[in-house]
């Protein structure tokens, strides 16, 4: 997008509307429950940073995602996280209707708003049905993020879907070209929907187009339209991963009119209700969250004209105080353009260093604190902090054991931090927690340390993320769609470890900005999971270690500060939402 562009897209009166199911603000508001939500928060404040037209919707959640808590055995505990939008929010005076399982839903709505660097804002506004009126059901749908059963999840996607749609209306954002301009309306010429949640806005905005044409059916004129206005990101390389319902369920909720709209649609077909087919068959621009999950899309949705806009971290907001205080010292302004961070390169070695240090022992403090163990600020440390789901492959390292105790005793001490929450049900990424506890007293017996923080969140995974040497993911390929804790740790200048899926294909240069795991073969080639490829992934990691990183960080710190530097240069100034929200603007919206 050249610079011209841009200016006229800032002066333009015309918004995007961005549905996002969850989103991560900060951890005072629990609206998300990690990458998706994460990622959704970072878009919006580089939207804002870019004076990008942009208007946000998402649901409630009063009780939050949920607290962790690991008991005794390592087992995780789960509380609900209560918050009060009044202290964060302004209650909007609008109130939006809803038919949800042939009931009136009412609808109000909470702003806050996301401010960018040059006073640019982006207002997020969250849907709340915990309204006198509707019945205690209906009131609890905006209780609990990714909470109950199919049912009400989809009476929650209804929410988003066709009441964010409805709300925007009535807020005073019209879709484009619908009907005579409205006097005080803001024009909206795009809708994106940040995965299949809200894909039930395409449905709305169909029913709206074709009233405002005077007629009780929609036309291909009609399709085209909504087509023009919608596109779909999709976030998972998995059929498990995109919301499917019954049409028998999605008959209660949405009604046999809708229903017969979507069949023509395509949205459903063989007797399901598929979300991102819903989305995907009414958008004019689909887009996978790397250039890998683009091929791996583009088979998954039999639908060849699948793009690929890689997912990036806002760098603000992760990367650490003191390299934070650093850039701004030695590239200014690097906030408004993170491609300056390339200039890293004239930036003295030991001052990055220094920062990264100071970083650590933050970290290092907080685990003192929280877990009662010491760890040394001069041992390399190893992080892992991803949600806890067995794809992810938490426990990869200690596949072996004997062999990671051989690295610590022949090569050089090493410690490890883990964080990470499973779904509530989840009862497999459970039980890895579980199994961290009892690998972390296993490797005290032999002089490793092993700590596992919990109630894994947004300020604990910015210090893990910067705080560390190295960066561990070891996800099963192809089933990492994009990733994104690699990006922060690397803006922080921590390079990674990890397996050539997602983002890491685009970002791994062997030796420059971290390392590769090496795997037999894709899970959608074995069909899974196998013992075999398990063995080897864990023996190169192992390997890797032993021959390349640790004699690297301790007997040629010169070289590894080098490393250090390449994983911003490289990585940080690249792999960022700045970048990615421009490449929106440009390809999509």
Known sequence: MTAQQLKNLRSSSEYIAYFSMEIGINTQIPTYSGGLGVLAGDTVQSAADLSC?????????????????????????????????????????????????????????????????????????????DIEGNNPYDRSLSGTLYGGDERY??????????????????????????????????????YHMNEGHAALLTLELLKLKTKASGRSDFTEDDVSWVKKRCLFTTHTPIPAGHDCFPISLAQEILGDSSVKWLERTHGIS????????????????????????????????????????????????????????????????????????????????????????????????????????KLSPDVFTVGFARRAT??????????????????????????????????????????????????????????????????????LGKLICAGVDLWLNNPLKPLEASGTSGMKSALNGVPSLSTLDGWWIEGWVEGVTGWEIEDNADAMVQGSDTEQ????????????LTEKIIPLYYEKPQAWAEIMKQCISINGSYFNTHRMVLQYLQNAY
């Open 533 to 544: 490829n398990r063995q080897r992934a864990a023996q190169s990691l192992c390997q890797k």
């Open 53 to 129: 037209p942009m208007v946000v919707v998402s649901l409630l959640y009063r009780n939050g995602y949920f607290k962790q808590s690991i008991n005794e055995q390592g087992e995780q505990i789960e509380s609900p996280v209560a918050w009060y939008p009044e202290e964060f929010c302004q209650k909007l005076n609008a109130t939006a209707k809803v038919t949800i399982e042939g009931r009136e839903v009412s609808v109000q709505a909470y702003r806050y708003d996301i401010k960018g660097v040059g006073g640019h804002v982006v207002p997020i506004i969250f849907l709340d049905t």
């Open 153 to 190: 999840r989809l009476c929650q996607e209804t929410l988003l879907g066709i009441g964010g749609v409805r709300m925007l209306c009535e807020l005073g954002y019209q879709p484009e070209n619908l009907k005579e301009d409205v006097k005080g309306a803001h024009t909206v010429s795009r």
């Open 270 to 373: 063989a007797g399901i209700m598929n979300m991102s087919h819903v989305a995907m068959n009414l958008s004019n621009y689909i887009n996978g969250v790397s250039k890998r999950h683009a091929e791996v899309s583009r088979s998954l949705l039999s639908n060849p004209s699948v793009k690929g806009i890689t997912n990036g971290v806002h760098c603000s907001r992760w990367v650490s105080d003191s390299m934070g205080r650093l850039f701004d010292q030695e590239i200014p302004g690097w906030q408004q353009d993170n491609f300056e961070l390339r200039n890293i390169f004239d930036v003295e070695a030991n001052k990055i260093v220094a920062a990264h240090r100071e970083t650590k022992q933050q970290l290092l403090k907080l685990v003192l604190d929280h877990n009662g163990k």
């Open 390 to 459: 067995p794809y992810k492959r938490t426990g990869l390292i200690f596949e072996d054991l004997d062999a990671l105790k051989a690295v610590a005793k022949n090569t050089g001490p090493i410690q490890l931090i883990f964080a990470g929450k499973a779904h509530p049900k989840d009862t497999g990424g459970k039980n890895l927690i579980a199994s961290l506890h009892q690998y972390a007293q296993e490797l005290d017996k032999s002089g490793i340390n092993m700590v596992f923080l919990e109630n894994y969140n947004m300020d």
